[in-house]
Structures are given as structure tokens and as C-alpha cells.
């Protein structure tokens, strides 16, 4: 079976990512790994993560993938030698230079090159190997069929990881020098502003007053806004494509997020070992599970060739909202931290990791007086919610998202 390998962009990510099915995770401390908005660990807390994936069976690999100037690249070795002694399984690199000094000065450490080395071909995919490369992330530009032709050409123990779901960038595996320009973030530094995703308009230079629109609708113009990727309805062509580890992209995302997404892609795979059928059949229902959580239109990237449409996602939307964090059982209540309102009455879902469970809310109890309300809607405020089964610490609560835009003609775009 494929690896399912999902982001942990700070603690509450990776025990989401844990709890609800990825095989490993991959994060980064608080530098040199392209995500510096992310919450990121330091270095207890990467002991910690370290327990929590140990205890649970599972991997954890740390991202080393910026491109580091020369004044950096000693720390970047010392800091790979101290996360190596903490029993981290693999580093994620992309930097040619750093990743042979991290084979000279770590030598026992197993690394991984990063999608932003853009390995597209053998030769390419040969020059780390022969460096000590356990696997290659692949470029996101290669067809599967592709993918399958290059797996024929490398030594069988190498292993090949691709990315199955996730926000996608409009420069090549993400070596973009857009943010650099206009707001001086760089995104190969872990700082991008993501421009992409901003609104843009045409000038005229004898018409500097008259800016137009680009492919304009009624929610604006996103020229440079990639789709996101959605491979769900793809993984048998993966597996036989020769991937050994299918990631999900979101070092950025919440815990809600980790959560649901990897528990499609786990039920998915568990389906897809167990048969094919089972795995076909489940899919309109793995599909609607992904739409209640934050996502933009999607297609399936350059797997099947070039993207179609190319940009244009235009933003978020989810059918269901982020309600509150399950923090136990008490009384046969829900525990609840509550993120957004909801109401007596309400229908609403806990996402746990053996499925979900619907409810209507019958009763809202404070936690710190006892007193019965009709709602609550402030953010933190701890509730007890009376239910007829068990849920746990970690699991999420959702209502209807009643801003969710059913008009708009969501789409996953398929691949030809």
C-alpha cells in the first residue's frame, strides 16, 4: 500500500494528521523549511512530536528545503545533526550543495529530495541517488505517465513520493520569484506572500485611469491562480505509476484541515488495498467529504497532462463550517471549545477517525456555570453538548456552513 503522507505545520496538525490515519508527517522547525508563517516546532516541541509519532507507530520527516546562502549552510548541517539524534526518520532537502553536506556531516540520516529540486528526469533523479538519496519527491510538472517511465529507470530501492492533494503554485514546483518582486518575501526563503492568488488588472500605458479587467467574473480576476490538486478518483493510476508515498500539501492549514483531508485519503486507501469496487463505489462520498472542508475548484495538476483550466480558482469555500475542537466526554456530553456559533437545534457532525457521527443539538450547556443556552458564539468558550455516543479528545465538531456559495458551479476538473 501507498504511503499516506500528510503536512503538521505545528502540534495540533500533527496530532490530527496522527489520529486520523497519515502513515508519516513532515515539518519543519522554525527555519530553513519554506514555511515560515507556519506555527513550525522548536526544538521541544519536536521532542514531543517525536513521541506522539512513535507512540503511534508512524514517521516524521523534517523539511531542510530552503535555499540556503552560504552563511547558512553550518547551521542548517548542525541542525539537521541535533534533529537526527532526536530520532527524526528522514530530512527533506532540495539545495544540491546542502543536501551532499548533509550526507558528508549526517551521514546516517536518511534524506529525502524535495519537490523544489525539480526532478523531472533519470539523470536528474541518478545525481542524488549516487549522493545517498532514498527518495525522490517528484517535480510536480511529470504525467503518471511519465512517472511510470522513469520508475523503470531508477534502482528499485529508491522509493518515489508525489503530492495527491493540495493548494498547487503557478511557477514551476514552486520556484517563484513573484513574491520576491512585489513584496519582497521570498518564497524559495519560506516567506511567500503568495501574489498568485491576489486579483490583477491590465493598464493601458496612454490609458493609466482605465484599468481592465482579465477574465473577469463576478467575484474577480485570479490570472495566476493555480487550481488545487484532488487525486482521489486517481489513486489506482498512482499506485500502478509506481508512488510509494502520496502527500497531501498543507503546512499552512489547520488542524480541521489535516484532519479531514487525511481521513478521505486514508478510508481511500484502506478501500483501494481491500478492492478496487470497494474503493470505486466509495467515491462520491469520499468527494463530498473533501468539499466540507476549506478548499478552491481542482483538477488533477499535470498528471494527465497540462492543467485545464490552467488558473482561475478564485478562492475558498466548504459546505460545512469548523464548529469547535472535541476536548472529551463527560455525562454522555460533548466536551466542546467552541471555534464558531451554533445553535440548539442545529444539526451538526463530529469528525472522529472511525467516521462520522451526526447529531441535532438538543441542549448547550456552560461549562462554567452549568447554565442551559439557546447558542453560543464566542470563540474559546467551553460548552457541554449532550450525545448518544462516544467521541474523543482531537476530534473535530462542523455545522452547515450557511455562507457556503451552492450556485457557483464547484467543480473537480478530471484529468483527459
Not at 496538525?13 to 513550525?40: C, E, I, M, S
Not at 545525481?127 to 517528484?138: N, P
Not at 518575501?185 to 485611469?209: I, M, S
Request: with cysteine; charged share 25%; glycine share 10%.
Amino acid at each position: 500500500m501507498m504511503e499516506l503522507l500528510a503536512p503538521a505545520g505545528g502540534m495540533e496538525q500533527l496530532k490530527a494528521a496522527v489520529r486520523f490515519g497519515a502513515d508519516a508527517v513532515y515539518g519543519g522547525l522554525n527555519r530553513f523549511g519554506l514555511r515560515a508563517k507556519a506555527g513550525n516546532f522548536d526544538w521541544t516541541e519536536l521532542e514531543e512530536a517525536l513521541r506522539v509519532v512513535r507512540g503511534a507507530g508512524r514517521k516524521f520527516y523534517l523539511t531542510l528545503n530552503i535555499l540556503p546562502y552560504d552563511d547558512e549552510m553550518e547551521d542548517l548541517a548542525a541542525d539537521a545533526a541535533r534533529a537526527a539524534e532526536l530520532g527524526i526518520d528522514a530530512a527533506i532537502v532540495s539545495d544540491l550543495g546542502a543536501f551532499a553536506l548533509l550526507r558528508r556531516c549526517v551521514p546516517g540520516l536518511a534524506l529525502h529530495v524535495s519537490t523544489q529540486a525539480n526532478v523531472m528526469n533519470a539523470a536528474a533523479a541518478q545525481v542524488f541517488i549516487d549522493l545517498g538519496a532514498e527518495r525522490i519527491v517528484l517535480s510536480r510538472e511529470l504525467s503518471l505517465a511519465r512517472i511510470a517511465a522513469l520508475r523503470q529507470r531508477l534502482p528499485e530501492g529508491v522509493q518515489l513520493e508525489a503530492f495527491v492533494h493540495g493548494a498547487m503554485c503557478m511557477a514551476h514546483s514552486g520556484r517563484c520569484m513573484l513574491s520576491d518582486h512585489l513584496a519582497d518575501r521570498g518564497g524559495n526563503r519560506g516567506a511567500c506572500a503568495q501574489p498568485c492568488r491576489w486579483q490583477y488588472t491590465v493598464l493601458e500605458t496612454k490609458r493609466p485611469n482605465e484599468p481592465m479587467p482579465v477574465i473577469e467574473d463576478e467575484r474577480g480576476t485570479y490570472i495566476f491562480s493555480a487550481y488545487d490538486l484532488n487525486m482521489l478518483p486517481h489513486l489506482p493510476e498512482m499506485r500502478d505509476a509506481g508512488v510509494a508515498s502520496v502527500k497531501i500539501e498543507g503546512r499552512m492549514k489547520t488542524g480541521y484541515y489535516v484532519a479531514g483531508v487525511t481521513q478521505v485519503y486514508r478510508q481511500a486507501l484502506d478501500l483501494l488495498e481491500e478492492s478496487e469496487e470497494a474503493y470505486r463505489a466509495a467515491l462520491p462520498c469520499l468527494q463530498q467529504e473533501l468539499r466540507k472542508v476549506s478548499h478552491r475548484d481542482s483538477n488533477t495538476g499535470f498528471y494527465f497532462g497540462a492543467p485545464h483550466p490552467a488558473s482561475g480558482a478564485d478562492g475558498f469555500r466548504q459546505s460545512m463550517e469548523f464548529t469547535g475542537r472535541v476536548l472529551g466526554m463527560r455525562d454522555h456530553c460533548l466536551e466542546i471549545e467552541v471555534k464558531n456559533r451554533f445553535h440548539v437545534g442545529d444539526r451538526l457532525e463530529v469528525l472522529t477517525p472511525q467516521g462520522v457521527r451526526s447529531f441535532t443539538v438538543k441542549r448547550i450547556l456552560r461549562q462554567d456555570t452549568g447554565e442551559s443556552v439557546a447558542f453560543v458564539s464566542v470563540a474559546g468558550q467551553r460548552v457541554l453538548v449532550p450525545v448518544g455516543f462516544e467521541a474523543g479528545c482531537g476530534d473535530y465538531l462542523r455545522g452547515p456552513n450557511r455562507n457556503h456559495r451552492q450556485d457557483t458551479g464547484e467543480k473537480t476538473y478530471a484529468g483527459d
